[in-house]
């Protein structure tokens, strides 16, 4: 799953150099909000398991 996500965003961003820098940063800015957005969302599943399990 983890390989399946990440495969297609490393093709874009290999992609994003032929673009304008300004496409390029925004490419940057929306993944670094998915990658806020993935992290912070393990971490409630993380912490719903824990509690549901204890």
Known sequence: MLSYSVGPFLM???FSWDLSKKRRRQLLLLGAFFLVFFVILYY???RILNTAVV
């Open 12 to 14: 874009g961003f290999g």
């Open 44 to 46: 409630l599943i993380v």
